[in-house]
Nanobody, 125 residues
Framework: VQLQASGGGLVQPGGSLRLSCAASGRTFSRQTISWFRQAPGKEREFVAAYWRGGSNTYYSDSVKGRFTISGNNAKNTVDLLMNSLRPEDTAVYYC???????????????????WGQGTQVTVSS
């Protein structure tokens, strides 16, 4: 599967952005598609997961209640709606996909074989 991430940009604290991840291929409904982010000098960290075509969703504690992950199985897209953005949300955001990931590994970046190119999100006044 090939992934294309889009939607990043510059936003003020408290603002919102929507990221989108478009996936190619015919296995979308079996994919787990997740968003990760990486800030300068930091490790890549898990943000949210759209588990196996949307049967469940998972979030990191740092974004829970502010970010919402959703999918459109007909369009093969997974969006990340980010509300109440903070300067510490600034990072390059990546989407990743896997058909074989197990639940205990959904937050582990090395568990994903397929990655999009990343999109920059900057939260600053």
């Amino acid at each position: 599967v090939q992934l294309q991430a889009s939607g990043g940009g510059l936003v003020q604290p408290g603002g919102s952005l929507r990221l989108s991840c478009a996936a190619s291929g015919r296995t979308f409904s079996r994919q787990t598609i997740s968003w990760f982010r990486q800030a300068p000098g930091k490790e890549r960290e898990f943000v949210a997961a759209y588990w196996r075509g949307g049967s469940n969703t998972y979030y990191s504690d740092s974004v829970k209640g502010r970010f919402t992950i959703s999918g459109n199985n007909a369009k093969n897209t997974v969006d990340l709606l980010m509300n109440s953005l903070r300067p510490e949300d600034t990072a390059v955001y990546y989407c990743a996909a896997s058909t074989s990931i197990i639940l205990s590994s959904v937050r582990v970046s090395r568990s994903y074989a397929n990655w999009g190119q990343g999109t920059q999100v900057t939260v600053s006044s």
